[in-house]
């Protein structure tokens, strides 16, 4: 089976489903101005700001459109840092009101505003309010003694800091990805499959850390492989049937073990059919493989 003929066809898959150039231009825009609205208010309560920076896909650029109740919509996650300690829940609680109206008074569409357990988010709707295209979700630490507090709300609703070093960790993504394509497209489309609920049972920061551990040896398609073997047993595969099928609803029937996935997708046979398989679990929309480079649909071999 010719795995690089499959990791071509991925990451041209992987390239049409990532946030381009113009729609992180977009966020940046819409980010600084809540951001602004963010530094008014504190300045308003004399509360000193230490620092801000992006964390999660929007700064390792492995965002992915994603399909929401409400159509798709992308998100940038960003951290505040504070300097000081102060009343956690009553300045959440302001906080998402002085948003809230100063959103109102920015745009004209409809912009969402909530004091989630983790966040402060703000979502903006599309101007027929039918979707969600954009959101942005901010994180508030304090920095204590040289160390962050993430200010959230614990499941019995109590407000408290928590330790955390979210900066570490997207710094160390950012630079194992650097120079690395194919890893980044692998995480794109294992994010992609998460969101179509196809993958179940992992975190985009659990994906992006495994494949990031993996050899840079390896292609794209390889990568997929790996991730699911050496995961069977924390997630779960819902499969599209190839060719020409919907989506597998009846998840008590059809929730797929390891070994189904690789009777179906990596076993040694020719290169069409395991792209005929994969193309149906990503809803048909790889880009044909190069005519020049595609197995006889019967030709049967293993090696790269």
Do not use: C
Request: charged share 30%; proline share 2%; net charge positive.
């Amino acid at each position: 089976m010719n795995t690089e003929v499959l990791s071509k066809s991925l990451d041209k898959f992987a390239l049409s489903n990532k946030l381009n150039e113009e729609q992180y231009n977009e966020l940046k825009g819409r980010k600084n101005t809540i951001l602004k609205f963010i530094k008014e208010y504190s300045s308003f309560k004399n509360l000193s700001i230490a620092r801000g920076f992006n964390v999660g896909s929007y700064k390792i650029r492995t965002g992915v459109q994603r399909e929401g109740e409400n159509g798709w919509a992308f998100d940038i996650d960003y951290v505040i840092v504070y300097k000081e300690e102060f009343d956690y829940e009553l300045f959440k609680n302001n906080l998402t009101n002085w948003l809230r109206d100063k959103v109102k008074e920015r745009y004209q569409r409809n912009v969402i505003v909530s004091n989630k357990k983790k966040v402060v988010s703000v979502a903006f709707r599309n101007h027929y309010n039918t979707k969600t295209e954009f959101y942005l979700d901010i994180a508030i630490y304090i920095e204590q003694d040289g160390y962050l507090y993430h200010i959230k709300r614990n499941d019995n609703g109590k407000y408290i800091g928590e330790y955390g070093t979210p900066r570490k960790t997207y710094e160390r993504q950012k630079e194992a990805l650097s120079y690395m394509p194919n890893k980044r497209n692998a995480i794109i489309i294992l994010k992609y499959l998460k969101e179509k609920n196809r993958i179940e049972g992992v975190s985009s920061i659990f994906i992006t850390d495994m494949i990031i551990s993996y050899s840079n040896n390896l292609d794209t398609f390889s990568l997929i492989k790996k991730f699911i073997e050496e995961n069977i047993f924390t997630n779960t595969f819902k499969l599209v049937e190839a060719p020409k099928s919907e989506l597998i609803n009846d998840v008590h029937k059809f929730h797929q073990s390891l070994d189904a996935m690789s009777k179906k997708f990596f076993t040694e046979i020719s290169t069409n059919e395991v792209y005929n398989s994969m193309n149906s679990w990503l809803d048909y929309k790889l880009p044909d493989l190069d005519k020049e480079l595609m197995e006889p649909r019967n030709e049967r071999y293993s090696g790269g």
